[in-house]
């Protein structure tokens, strides 16, 4: 069992960052991909980035490429999202998620998850 909980979340402006953290519990960290995900209101839970167990491979769904970063401390059993240069698209309730080996994009292969954290970014 890995439970997930996720912070950083609020209010930014067009253009603004935020730093969205995940920290974990449970079963070994170290063995899980990780990833992000984000759901907008009727709309479906989408990709937004992920990462394999080591934090080597990295994956972006190409909305966020180039802005968001995902990174991990497995020391401290911890993944984070910095979001930069924010878009008014880019609000949604945003959720991490824990995936025994690789990651993929597909939110109903993930096991584990957060509770979700609320970004709102304003224009």
């Known amino acids: 069992q890995v439970q997930l909980v996720e912070s950083g979340g609020g209010l930014a402006q067009a253009g603004g960052s935020l730093r969205l953290s995940c920290a974990a519990s449970?079963?070994?960290?170290?063995?899980?991909?990780m990833g992000w995900f984000r759901q907008a209101p009727g709309k479906e839970r989408e990709f937004v980035a992920a990462?394999?167990?080591?934090?080597?491979?990295?994956y972006y769904s190409d909305s966020v490429k180039g802005r968001f970063t995902i990174s991990r401390d497995n020391a401290n059993n911890t993944v984070d999202l910095q979001m930069n240069n924010l878009k008014p698209e880019d609000t949604a309730v945003y959720y991490c998620?824990?995936?025994?080996?690789?990651?993929?994009?597909?939110?109903?292969?993930?096991?584990?998850w957060g509770q979700g954290t609320q970004v709102t970014v304003s224009s």
């Open positions: 990462l394999t167990w080591d934090g080597r491979s990295t």
């Open positions: 998620a824990a995936r025994w080996s690789t990651y993929t994009v597909y939110y109903t292969s993930y096991k584990y």
């Open positions: 449970g079963r070994t960290f170290s063995g899980y991909a």
